[in-house]
């Protein structure tokens, strides 16, 4: 179905449109020309919207079509958006709610389009799993057929969570680990005291990721991994490119062939149709920089030393090629050796490896650092020579390397402490108490937002995330001053958290570096980050929605820790050890209501002689975002949710549980009942949440709005017309 006057007017205004047949995904040119085919990157086989929409009104075509063209626009493709009743499958709601913006029905009527406003760090990406996320270079199916949302709204914040959570392989996560990049590019620090300090940027491919562009050969599977085992080629050509070259398909195969060289010989050996294949390579780009290409998962075999009499080391050891030269410059050995020693001192980091140590492998006592050489004289590899033909030559060896191995691994256990568990009184602290309460929030949503900043950064707004610290090799102050006097340049891409909210991600620091530099101040100023952090906030709708309105510490620092934060541990532990700094924050400044005579109101949902009923109330009720208690008096196990010294915050409390579905009354803290007035939620919101899934599927559905108190054939009724608006 085609509804094009529901394209947005903005989007009509571009010429950016194409036209499709139904039985193709090729982009057409919406004007006669001798050859018919448009290009998703030739705007001169574009054309205007009207164009194209005359084109398909005359029947030459059936779709129009939008290319994305790296102007402000990003657009997501959800494959299967639907589940088995015809509702929003869990992966569609949750996008399409994040994202809130224009989202209209793909062609086929089982998948979604969402357009936004804002950017992305590449052009675009296709995780395999049913999500597509692009800036330039592709081009939508446009229907017009929307659900829910009928504007294109600007949303940085919600892309930036699309990317983080379903392309992880493009972040860098607040431990400082990077995910599935293709090319790593070292950021060299020289040995201190002759010791190699550990650089763990090295990435865990996600299983079946499209982002390995650099295929694993065939005879692959997982393994166990026991140790590292070290390669060289044994031929003189220390470039990438001999080995490693990217995907056919690879849609920056372009940038990737500039960084690493092209092989004009096709002679590479990371193809699906070869019978080798190692974990990653370490030699020179293009531009003649030593680094290494991680070319498999880390846990997936190689096929590497081949084998012996008892066995082989190609089920347990990571493996990687150096690429060798002439074995005469003491430079290139020098980097190259760095460099082994610091993906192996990360993979020993990774999987817990004593670099030292042996492992029992058919009988056999298999130091779990060693290399080709070593593995035929234990009779578990072929006859090879590699490394100890070379690194003598340069008074290094495999004794030398695991000995620096263990050195680096050491120095990586002297990290900075972890914030105290109990706020101290500070100028700092009162400083954003003051500010967030300034700004109209109530105390519950600033102690939410100052638990999650006490967790991301101690509250400290000169705060270096601390194994950059080590990566770098700058302290908090020494960064801090690089980065305002200019002599540090990577501030927006070197992907290190810093501040009071540890920003990370490129654009969010990019925009934070501008937002300095337009008013004149350090990248440590507290009252800048935080107006800073203000006006970020703006854009959360959901998030802003939701501090305005909370009423517990725990509500708040959810909404910040889900929808504004974002990292990538949101457990329960989390929330609960967040929620709990944030409270002892709300303690300490929250200015104490007036109390009469003393008395406590308490939204009560329940009262239940055996504890497993109350317990499943209690679940419900967190199931669906209250913070809430349970109390035994007089025998019988009570579901609670608040206290409050006035019955009107009781009453919104009432009323909120009440939409959701929850019978619930007014109590005193001696047990005398006191009514109170909510209102349900319309159809119409009913209706919309059952669409993003929140009230289950089939029969589960059905009993749940029944037991609610609310008409499941009216609610059902209002779905269909709005799924077949």
Same mark, same amino acid.
């Given at each position: 179905?085609?509804?094009?006057?529901?394209?947005?007017?903005?989007?009509?205004?571009?010429?950016?449109?194409?036209?499709?047949?139904?039985?193709?995904?090729?982009?057409?040119?919406?004007?006669?020309?001798?050859?018919?085919?448009?290009?998703?990157?030739?705007?001169?086989?574009?054309?205007?919207?009207?164009?194209?929409?005359?084109?398909?009104?005359?029947?030459?075509?059936?779709?129009?079509?939008?290319?994305?063209?790296?102007?402000?626009?990003?657009?997501?493709?959800?494959?299967?958006?639907?589940?088995?009743?015809?509702?929003?499958?869990?992966?569609?709601?949750?996008?399409?709610?994040?994202?809130?913006?224009?989202?209209?029905?793909?062609?086929?009527?089982?998948?979604?389009?969402?357009?936004?406003?804002?950017?992305?760090?590449?052009?675009?990406?296709?995780?395999?799993?049913?999500?597509?996320?692009?800036?330039?270079?592709?081009?939508?199916?446009?229907?017009?057929?929307?659900?829910?949302?009928?504007?294109?709204?600007?949303?940085?914040?919600?892309?930036?969570?699309?990317?983080?959570?379903?392309?992880?392989?493009?972040?860098?996560?607040?431990?400082?680990?990077?995910?599935?990049?293709?090319?790593?590019?070292?950021?060299?620090?020289?040995?201190?005291?002759?010791?190699?300090?550990?650089?763990?940027?090295?990435?865990?491919?996600?299983?079946?990721?499209?982002?390995?562009?650099?295929?694993?050969?065939?005879?692959?599977?997982?393994?166990?991994?026991?140790?590292?085992?070290?390669?060289?080629?044994?031929?003189?050509?220390?470039?990438?490119?001999?080995?490693?070259?990217?995907?056919?398909?690879?849609?920056?195969?372009?940038?990737?062939?500039?960084?690493?060289?092209?092989?004009?010989?096709?002679?590479?050996?990371?193809?699906?149709?070869?019978?080798?294949?190692?974990?990653?390579?370490?030699?020179?780009?293009?531009?003649?920089?030593?680094?290494?290409?991680?070319?498999?998962?880390?846990?997936?075999?190689?096929?590497?030393?081949?084998?012996? *009499?008892?066995?082989?080391?190609?089920?347990?050891?990571?493996?990687?090629?150096?690429?060798?030269?002439?074995?005469?410059?003491?430079?290139?050995?020098?980097?190259?050796?760095?460099?082994?020693?610091?993906?192996?001192?990360?993979?020993?980091?990774?999987?817990?490896?004593?670099?030292?140590?042996?492992?029992?492998?058919?009988?056999?006592?298999?130091?779990?650092?060693?290399?080709?050489?070593?593995?035929?004289?234990?009779?578990?590899?072929?006859?090879?020579?590699?490394?100890?033909?070379?690194?003598? *030559?340069?008074?290094?060896?495999?004794?030398?390397?695991?000995?620096?191995?263990?050195?680096?691994?050491?120095?990586?256990?002297?990290?900075?402490?972890?914030?105290?568990?109990?706020?101290?009184?500070?100028?700092?602290?009162?400083?954003?108490?003051?500010?967030?309460?300034?700004?109209?929030?109530?105390?519950?949503?600033?102690?939410?937002?100052?638990?999650?900043?006490?967790?991301?950064?101690?509250?400290?707004?000169?705060?270096?995330?601390?194994?950059?610290?080590?990566?770098?090799?700058?302290?908090?102050?020494?960064?801090?001053?690089?980065?305002?006097?200019?002599?540090?340049?990577?501030?927006?891409?070197?992907?290190?958290?810093?501040?009071?909210?540890?920003?990370?991600?490129?654009?969010?620091?990019?925009?934070?570096?501008?937002?300095?530099?337009?008013?004149?101040?350090?990248?440590?100023?507290?009252?800048?980050?935080?107006?800073?952090?203000?006006?970020?906030?703006?854009?959360?709708?959901?998030?802003?929605?939701?501090?305005?309105?909370?009423?517990?510490?725990?509500?708040?620092?959810?909404?910040?820790?889900?929808?504004?934060?974002?990292?990538?541990?949101?457990?329960?532990?989390?929330?609960? *050890?967040?929620?709990?700094?944030?409270?002892?924050?709300?303690?300490?400044?929250?200015?104490?209501?007036?109390?009469?005579?003393?008395?406590?109101?308490?939204?009560?949902?329940?009262?239940?002689?055996?504890?497993?009923?109350?317990?499943?109330?209690?679940?419900?009720?967190?199931?669906?975002?209250?913070?809430?208690?349970?109390?035994?008096?007089?025998?019988?196990?009570?579901?609670?949710?608040?206290?409050?010294?006035?019955?009107?915050?009781?009453?919104?409390?009432?009323?909120?549980?009440?939409?959701?579905?929850?019978?619930?009354?007014?109590?005193? *803290?001696?047990?005398?009942?006191?009514?109170?007035?909510?209102?349900?939620?319309?159809?119409?919101?009913?209706?919309?949440?059952?669409?993003?899934?929140?009230?289950?599927?089939?029969?589960?559905?059905?009993?749940?709005?029944?037991?609610?108190?609310?008409?499941?054939?009216?609610?059902?009724?209002?779905?269909?017309?709005?799924?077949?608006?």
């Amino acid at each position: 179905m085609t509804r094009y006057e529901n394209i947005p007017e903005e989007l009509k205004q571009l010429s950016q449109w194409v036209c499709a047949r139904s039985d193709s995904k090729v982009p057409m040119k919406a004007f006669p020309d001798e050859n018919p085919c448009a290009s998703s990157t030739n705007p001169e086989t574009w054309s205007s919207f009207d164009t194209a929409l005359k084109a398909v009104s005359e029947g030459h075509y059936d779709y129009c079509g939008f290319v994305f063209n790296d102007n402000g626009y990003v657009g997501i493709d959800i494959d299967d958006g639907y589940d088995q009743d015809g509702f929003l499958s869990p992966l569609a709601a949750e996008i399409i709610g994040v994202c809130e913006s224009y989202t209209e029905k793909s062609k086929s009527g089982r998948g979604f389009h969402i357009l936004l406003k804002g950017t992305l760090p590449f052009k675009g990406k296709n995780n395999l799993a049913g999500v597509e996320i692009y800036k330039a270079a592709r081009y939508f199916i446009m229907t017009g057929d929307t659900l829910l949302y009928n504007t294109i709204e600007e949303d940085q914040g919600a892309i930036d969570y699309v990317v983080e959570k379903f392309f992880p392989e493009t972040r860098e996560d607040k431990d400082g680990e990077r995910y599935g990049g293709r090319i790593y590019s070292p950021m060299w620090t020289w040995p201190e005291n002759n010791r190699i300090k550990l650089r763990p940027v090295y990435p865990r491919i996600p299983d079946g990721s499209r982002n390995i562009c650099l295929t694993c050969y065939k005879g692959t599977g997982k393994m166990a991994v026991k140790g590292v085992l070290w390669h060289s080629t044994g031929v003189n050509n220390p470039t990438l490119k001999r080995y490693v070259q990217p995907d056919d398909d690879a849609f920056n195969r372009a940038e990737l062939i500039a960084l690493i060289g092209k092989n004009a010989h096709g002679n590479d050996w990371n193809h699906i149709y070869r019978e080798a294949g190692l974990n990653c390579w370490i030699g020179k780009l293009a531009d003649g920089t030593v680094t290494t290409v991680q070319t498999m998962p880390w846990d997936y075999k190689p096929w590497g030393c081949g084998s012996g *009499k008892n066995g082989s080391c190609n089920n347990g050891w990571v493996q990687f090629e150096i690429c060798e030269d002439g074995l005469t410059d003491p430079v290139y050995c020098e980097k190259v050796y760095k460099e082994a020693c610091e993906i192996t001192a990360y993979i020993c980091q990774m999987f817990g490896i004593d670099p030292n140590g042996t492992v029992t492998m058919n009988g056999v006592n298999v130091p779990t650092i060693l290399c080709h050489a070593d593995s035929y004289k234990l009779g578990l590899g072929s006859n090879h020579g590699d490394v100890n033909h070379w690194f003598p *030559k340069h008074d290094k060896s495999m004794a030398t390397a695991r000995a620096d191995v263990a050195a680096l691994l050491k120095a990586a256990e002297d990290k900075p402490s972890a914030p105290v568990e109990t706020p101290s009184e500070t100028n700092v602290e009162k400083t954003i108490w003051d500010f967030f309460t300034g700004k109209g929030l109530n105390a519950f949503a600033v102690g939410g937002i100052m638990g999650n900043l006490f967790a991301e950064s101690a509250l400290r707004p000169e705060n270096l995330q601390n194994t950059y610290e080590k990566k770098l090799g700058m302290t908090d102050l020494e960064y801090t001053k690089a980065v305002d006097d200019g002599s540090y340049t990577n501030f927006v891409r070197d992907s290190a958290g810093y501040g009071l909210a540890q920003w990370a991600y490129w654009s969010r620091k990019q925009e934070l570096l501008e937002y300095v530099r337009k008013i004149g101040t350090s990248i440590a100023d507290l009252g800048m980050q935080l107006e800073f952090m203000w006006i970020e906030l703006q854009a959360y709708t959901s998030v802003m929605k939701t501090l305005k309105a909370a009423t517990s510490v725990q509500m708040a620092s959810d909404a910040i820790l889900t929808g504004y934060e974002r990292p990538a541990d949101q457990s329960d532990a989390v929330k609960t *050890k967040r929620a709990s700094y944030g409270k002892k924050y709300y303690d300490k400044y929250a200015t104490p209501a007036e109390t009469p005579s003393g008395v406590l109101y308490r939204v009560q949902v329940g009262a239940f002689s055996k504890k497993t009923n109350a317990d499943a109330m209690l679940k419900m009720l967190k199931a669906a975002g209250f913070d809430t208690y349970m109390v035994q008096v007089d025998g019988l196990y009570k579901v609670q949710v608040g206290a409050y010294s006035k019955k009107s915050n009781a009453d919104a409390m009432a009323a909120k549980l009440k939409a959701s579905g929850f019978d619930t009354y007014i109590t005193t *803290k001696s047990g005398t009942a006191a009514s109170t007035e909510a209102q349900k939620k319309s159809v119409t919101e009913l209706a919309k949440e059952v669409i993003a899934g929140k009230w289950g599927n089939g029969s589960d559905r059905k009993n749940r709005l029944t037991q609610a108190g609310y008409d499941y054939t009216a609610v059902q009724a209002k779905v269909n017309e709005l799924m077949e608006k």
